[in-house]
């Protein structure tokens, strides 16, 4: 469990100006990248998405990000249907973490 000191802190990083301005950044990245390959395959979207993304950060925060196509999948099932429908489980996964003395807290 994360300390209240933890919590506050990251409440105030989030709440900073070097945070904003990375927000900022990240944002007009990913809309840069979606606006500069609107004729491409999804596929090549993705992946310049994920090369525009990677190692952008401030202060502790970093994305570090990676290109998986085609898995993991998810399957889908109902009575009614004579076999499972399938997806992909996501283009773009975005996770979160907090660590705080070598350990996950979020």
């Not at 007009?28 to 950060?57: F, T």
């Not at 979160?96 to 350990?103: G, L, Q, T």
């Amino acid at each position: 469990m994360l300390s209240r000191t933890v919590v506050e802190r990251y409440c105030s990083l989030v709440a900073s100006d070097s945070f904003q301005k990375f927000v900022s950044q990240w944002a007009n990245k990913l809309h840069l990248a979606i606006v500069q390959n609107g004729q491409l395959r999804e596929p090549q979207v993705v992946k310049d998405i994920v090369q525009k993304l990677n190692g952008l950060g401030v202060a502790g925060i970093r994305t570090y990000t990676a290109f998986i196509h085609q898995k993991p999948y998810v399957e889908f099932y109902d009575n009614s249907w004579t076999k499972p429908r399938r997806a992909e489980l996501g283009d773009l996964i975005f996770m979160v973490s907090v660590i705080h003395n070598k350990k996950k807290g979020v």
